[in-house]
């Protein structure tokens, strides 16, 4: 992650995505979208005629209204979660490790202020991975869980995104209170 991009992610809280991530993150959006581009191309070209056929008006809309509701969706989930704390960075990353062989995370960067990890899961088990990203920012953690960009096009980790935030917060806040 660049220095430019992680002070963009502090700024706005919300995890700043590579150029090509963004087509993996959103790669449902697109899909979805395609369907009345290609309905208008092919209408355009006179190989249909959209508005007399009340089945692809209503597949267009559909589409659209999806579409637009799963890129709020998937905008929500670039969303940090705040964590206050006075750990130093070692001790944070201590904390990291010990989550990281409880879910099995593998690191991906680490280095001052921020740890990258994801996780690989077998073919059954319902998720294609998970990205999890962590921000030091002065007494402030930025902590972000989110479907593995570097991998297939997912809306959903069926829950293990939210483990994976979940745990470490909660580490964080026992470590805090000791």
């Known amino acids: 992650m660049t220095s430019e991009r992680i002070k963009t992610s502090i700024e706005t809280e919300e995890l700043q995505l590579k150029f090509w991530d963004k087509f993996t993150h959103y790669g449902v959006?697109?899909?979805l979208f395609s369907i009345p581009f290609w309905l208008f191309i092919l209408s355009f070209l006179?190989?249909?005629?959209?508005k007399k056929d009340p089945f692809l008006i209503w597949l267009t809309l559909i589409?659209?209204?999806l579409a637009i509701g799963l890129y709020f969706f998937q905008k929500q989930k670039l969303k940090f979660k705040i964590i206050t704390t006075n750990l130093a960075w070692e001790e944070i990353l201590l904390i990291i490790e010990e989550?990281?062989?409880e879910l099995k995370w593998f690191p991906w960067i680490?280095?001052?202020d921020i740890a990258?990890?994801?996780?690989q899961p077998s073919f059954f088990s319902g998720s294609w991975g998970e990205q999890i990203t962590i921000i030091k920012q002065g007494n402030r953690l930025l902590v972000n869980s989110i479907c593995d960009p570097d991998k297939r096009s997912s809306i959903t980790s069926l829950g293990r995104n939210k483990e994976n935030m979940q745990k470490f917060i909660d580490k964080i806040a026992a470590a805090n209170k000791s």
């Open 46 to 50: 006179g190989q249909m005629d959209i």
């Open 29 to 31: 959006v697109y899909g």
């Open 116 to 119: 990258i990890s994801k996780t």
């Open 99 to 101: 989550v990281a062989n």
């Open 63 to 65: 589409a659209i209204i």
């Open 110 to 112: 680490v280095n001052k």
